[in-house]
């Protein structure tokens, strides 16, 4: 199994900068992707951005050209570097990893606890 801790969540304001991080440990190998979901008040959870083994990055609409995913394999973490922030982008972000199984092929999916993150003058 993974494990996923996040961390730098916090309150700033309209126009602001965050940086969240994500420390995976646990069957690091295994892992396919990892990425960033967020879910907001009264609002489906979504994918925010995700990043596979291969470097290949995708990113939801609303934070395309203000959102940065990135990675650092020595140290199992993957961060989010949020730009220019909105009051909508206002959410409870959860760090994923997807786990790929060859035999039988399964996919399992892994979550951290969450970090808020609040945009507010």
């Known amino acids: 199994q993974v494990q996923l801790v996040e961390s730098g969540g916090g309150l700033v304001q309209p126009g602001g900068s965050l940086r969240l991080s994500c420390a995976a440990s646990g069957s690091i190998s295994s892992i396919s992707a990892m990425g960033w979901y967020r879910q907001g008040p009264g609002k489906q959870r979504e994918l925010v951005a995700a990043?596979?083994?291969?470097?290949?990055?995708n990113y939801a609409d609303p934070v395309k050209g203000r959102f940065t995913i990135s990675r650092d394999n020595a140290k199992n973490t993957v961060y989010l570097q949020m730009n220019s922030l909105k009051v909508e982008d206002t959410a409870v972000y959860y760090c994923?990893?997807?786990?790929?199984?060859?035999?039988?092929?399964?996919?399992?999916?892994?979550w951290g606890r969450g970090t808020q993150v609040t945009v507010s003058s």
């Open positions: 994923n990893a997807r786990l790929m199984q060859w035999s039988p092929l399964r996919t399992m999916d892994y």
């Open positions: 990043i596979a083994t291969g470097g290949s990055t």
